[in-house]
């Protein structure tokens, strides 16, 4: 009657075992006392996962949740997507399959963001097989191609595989068998290659099911037996006792009952001795109440309906409820229980009206019309004998309708077939089209790192080369003429030498920080910082800058006014910042700094009373690809790489920055950071 496919999905989840449960309740009273940081978030999820160790599944939700809300409160992202990716499988386990989805998707852009496809990937078939529960299988084969792609990108083959199947049981839930089956056999060749048993053993019970369900008289049974073969060896006993139910089912269809009562027998035994959940429970009282009434066992009919029945209204089954419905009606009318018959039958006709399948429905009414005309043709054939010319007539009638009867199912047979091609072909533009994408899309960040890297070696061959020839140059002349030059010519050459070689360290200093944040091996690791504080270390590393100029620095920026932000950024922000202001501010002239709040950011003004700028060079400032270098007022010279890097940081951050300006008035430079939070 009805069968159990198996889809295995490995979670890689790491348990923490604990000697003494009381401790973590008292963990988790003290959370809301102390102060949340990182390691107090991961005991809590510790606790969760010894929880769910320990079968408690409540309990570990309650710690996920817990976690979840601490972990966004601290915006410590890894925590905030463990916790939505666990408390969605709760939600799973427990057949809450929209919210499972909800919380799956809601994972999605934070591990993406910590750059963890193969995590993506998995999410994304969890989303599919979801949908596939729901019934919506447009959804759950949109969800199972994008999680394809990722494994294949990977080259994760058991991924890839995992998708083949879960793609395998569209088709068979579909009842397309031949399809189902392909993709089955292209999971077991992986499965083969990998010399994975249990995948292989995953696939024997599949495309036994597919072939089967196409025809009862294949050998698609002896897949069953290598099935159980591989599982016995792998002690997997569930799946022992899904294939002893399916082979049950087999022999039942056959009419072969006591064959197919010793096989239910044997999954009932099995799954008796294991927690298994209670849908594999309902199928098989389902199918032993369809086996005890067409062996006339009527009152043990209805006792495995009613067991049966019980678990699928609690789990909301209600294919199986239909069943159940059906076969309980069956066993009291033959009981002779007429009214009860008729109670259950009218439920079933109701539950079956609202979830049979439109394309079931038409090959309902074919079959009732096919039936008809067999009816039609009797009667015919009884009025014949009261009249000749009648007779011929309807002989007539029933050559026409059996005429349109077989070019009815011709139609449908080319309407199948054609169905068929279009679903490959559907598939395959799919696949081509997401492949595009892909490769679009990664020709235009090859692109990208391409260009950067030009911009990098011109900065390199163009504004180092200046510096070093100038040294070069100086020194050369300094040991070939030290006998000649007086003191105060020496002294001149080597102030020379020494701003050459204080511009290319700023140079060489910026160009290695740049080059690690493009490179993604920069860390960000943002921390409370006082701003006044931060702001007077920097000036302090500039402050000999401005005396030769005679250039005064007001820090005028809040006290007590705390920001969160990567420590080792905001100083090359603040040193950048300072060092332009003091290049481009005429002797004798002022910087100030100051602050003002706004809601979650606070805003750092540098503003000082230098040359001013164009809008043309405003618009240019932060582009790589337009990089601005100008000259300062005591002829000092850069290389725009700076306020590139100060974008970058800014911006990473969680910030902004832009700047105002008027040409021989001087220019404010402002950015804003994310205030810290207690």
């Known amino acids: ?46 606790v969760a996962k010894t929880f769910y160790s320990l079968q408690k599944i409540d309990s570990s939700y309650h710690y996920y949740k817990k976690g979840l809300v601490l972990a966004k409160q601290i915006n410590s992202k890894p925590h905030i997507a463990e916790c939505l990716y666990n408390i969605a499988i709760y939600y799973e386990d427990n057949y809450q399959y929209n919210v499972a989805i909800k919380y799956y998707e809601n994972a999605i852009p934070l591990f993406q963001e ?4 193969k995590k993506v990937a998995e999410i994304k078939m969890q989303i599919g097989y979801n949908y596939s529960l729901l019934t919506e299988g447009d959804k759950a084969i949109d969800y199972y191609f994008k999680s394809l792609i990722h494994y294949q990108d990977l080259r994760d083959e058991d991924g890839v595989a995992d998708n083949y199947i879960g793609i395998g049981h569209l088709y068979y839930d579909n009842e397309n068998y031949e399809f189902a089956e392909r993709y089955y056999k292209d999971a077991l060749d992986i499965y083969v290659n990998l010399k994975d048993t249990l995948g292989i053993a995953t696939c024997y019970t599949n495309m036994a099911n597919a072939i089967i369900d196409a025809d009862i008289y294949s050998n698609g049974v002896d897949y069953y037996f290598k099935s159980i073969e591989l599982q016995e060896a792998l002690k997997e006993y569930e799946g022992v006792a899904i294939n002893f139910n399916n082979i049950g089912d087999y022999y039942m269809e056959l009419g072969l009952y006591d064959e197919a009562k010793v096989y239910f027998n044997k999954s009932l035994d099995k799954i008796s001795q294991l927690k298994i959940d209670e849908y594999l429970y309902a199928l098989l009282y389902l199918n032993l109440s369809d086996l005890e009434n067409r062996a006339k066992n009527y009152n043990k009919a209805i006792y495995y309906g009613n067991k049966s029945l019980e678990i699928s209204e609690k789990l909301g089954m ?20 007429i009214s009860k018959s008729l109670k259950l039958l009218k439920q079933y006709t109701k539950l079956n009206d609202t979830i049979l399948k439109t394309s079931k429905y038409k090959k309902v009414l074919l079959f009732n019309a096919l039936n008809k005309l067999e009816e039609s043709s009797f009667k015919i054939n009884q009025l014949s004998e009261k009249n000749e010319i009648e007779k011929k007539i309807m002989y007539f009638l029933v050559i026409a309708f059996t005429i349109f009867g077989v070019f009815v199912i011709i139609l449908i047979l080319q309407q199948t077939s054609k169905k068929k091609a279009y679903n490959l072909l559907e598939f395959k533009n799919h696949q081509i089209s997401r492949m595009h994408e892909e490769i679009k899309l990664q020709t235009n960040n090859l692109k990208l790192l391409n260009d950067t890297k030009d911009k990098l ?13 100038s040294i070069r140059g100086f020194t050369e002349l300094l040991i070939e003429n030290i006998a000649i030059y007086d003191e105060e010519k020496q002294l001149k050459f080597l102030k020379i030498v020494k701003g050459s070689t204080t511009k290319a360290s700023e140079l060489l200093n910026n160009l290695l920080i740049w080059a690690n944040s493009q490179s993604g091996t920069l860390k960000f690791n943002p921390v409370k910082i006082e701003l006044i504080k931060q702001i007077a270390d920097v000036i302090s590393l500039v402050e000999i800058q401005a005396i030769n100029k005679e250039i005064s620095i007001f820090n005028n920026v809040y006290h007590n006014l705390y920001v969160d932000t990567d420590e080792n950024m905001l100083n090359t922000i603040l040193r950048n910042l300072l060092s332009n202001a003091i290049k481009f501010t005429k002797t004798g002239g002022e910087i100030y700094i100051s602050s003002t709040v706004e809601e979650n950011f606070v805003t750092v003004q540098v503003k000082d009373s230098g040359i001013g700028m164009s809008q043309e060079t405003i618009n240019n400032l932060f582009s790589i690809e337009n990089k601005v270098s100008s000259i300062g007022t005591a002829n000092e010279q850069g290389s725009g790489l700076g306020l590139i890097l100060c974008k970058d940081f800014v911006e990473k951050n969680g910030g902004k920055i832009w700047v105002e300006s008027t040409l021989n008035k001087g220019s404010v430079f402002m950015f804003s950071l994310p205030i810290y939070k207690n």
């Open 1 to 46: 009657m009805l069968k159990k496919n198996i889809f295995f999905i490995l979670f890689l989840i790491t348990f923490k075992s604990s000697a003494i449960t009381s401790i973590y309740y008292t963990l988790y009273e003290n959370t809301t006392e102390e102060l949340v940081d990182t390691t107090k978030v991961s005991e809590i999820l510790n």
């Open 114 to 117: 910590l750059n963890k496809i």
């Open 318 to 337: 209600q294919d199986y409820k239909m069943n159940n419905l059906k076969n309980l009606a069956i066993a009291y009318e033959n009981k002779g229980n």
């Open 457 to 469: 070696f011109s900065i390199i061959a163009h504004d180092l080369k200046n510096p070093f020839n």
